[in-house]
């Protein structure tokens, strides 16, 4: 398989960049039904000057 781009993105070159994880319990409540459960996320923010510190990519996943 070969995939194309119709036109070109261009590259996001942050002047700063972290990475944030977890690793923990999430309790709460869903349409009135209680869940407990092991979460693991991870977020990737980058800062600019114009914007300050935004989620670039973001993941989350049972533990």
């Not at 977890?22 to 309790?27: H, I, Q, S, V």
Request: proline share 6%; with cysteine.
């Amino acid at each position: 398989m070969i995939a194309r781009c119709a036109r070109r993105l261009p590259a996001l070159r942050p002047a700063a960049a972290r990475v944030t994880c977890f690793l923990g319990t999430l309790e709460g409540t869903f349409a009135g039904t209680p869940f407990a459960m092991r979460l693991r996320y991870t977020r990737t923010w980058v800062h600019t000057d114009e914007h300050g510190w935004r989620i670039l990519a973001a993941h989350a996943s049972p533990a």
